[in-house]
């Protein structure tokens, strides 16, 4: 039997989790402060809220690696596997509680959540060969590392710049179209940055997306009731 590579599959969610893992982490305290940080809700309650969603911020990548892999078993015929996976990881996260809470306090429970989500999406990544299907772990490393680096990049030269509108907008307005420039800002520097260093996995991306848009515009041609 022929083996295929499903390595795209995986890959086809960090271009944009990356850039959402790095927006909490850059931009979380701003985001939090800008939606909640008025009346009682203080400074200080600002900072810790955005530290939960620090540790938060990661596990996105393995809870959304989760949601694309787990279905790659189901399509072939394997529910038990993910399942134990799964019962593994919980078990794992309820373990990891008592000392991430001893090293991190509150934030703790963030961490091992997050900890336990990658650790899922890890060992469906590691499995899937035993299914015959071939992975490539440097590429998909690799391409990991490439939206890191840019999701990073944009988003910390974004943060850098010296934005101030806020005498446009008087008050919360000018606060949020600081915020609305930096994230223009950063989501442009981002996908420029995944064009120049070659990310595959965004190309495919735009493909699907104009490819969708291409097939249902008026006039395409693309009747599903057509025969040949």
Known sequence: MESKRPSGVPAMVVP?????????????????????QHGAFSETDSANTSLALLHYSYGLIGFAGV??????????????LPTKISVFSVLVNM???????KLLDFAGLAAA??????????????????????????????T????????????????????DLSHLLPGLMGEMLDFL??????????????????VRELRLLKDAWFGKKADKSPGSGSDPNERD
Request: contains cysteine; hydrophobic residues 60%; glycine residues 8%.
């Open 95 to 101: 373990a990891l509680y008592y000392p991430m809470i």
């Open 181 to 198: 420039v930096s994230m223009i800002v950063a989501g442009a520097l981002y996908v420029t940055l995944c064009f120049v260093l070659r």
């Open 67 to 80: 949601r694309v892999t787990v279905p790659v078993y189901y399509a072939l015929g394997d529910a038990n």
């Open 144 to 163: 990991v590392l490439r939206i890191g680096l840019a999701a990073l990049l944009g988003l910390y030269v974004a943060a850098s710049l010296p934005i």
């Open 113 to 142: 959540t997050s900890l336990a989500g990658l650790l899922n999406f890890g060992l469906l990544l590691f499995f899937l060969p035993r299914k015959g299907l071939q992975v490539s772990y440097p590429e998909f490393l690799l």
């Open 16 to 36: 944009l989790l990356d850039k959402r893992a790095g927006f909490l982490v850059l931009f979380g305290q701003e985001l939090v402060a800008l939606v909640y």
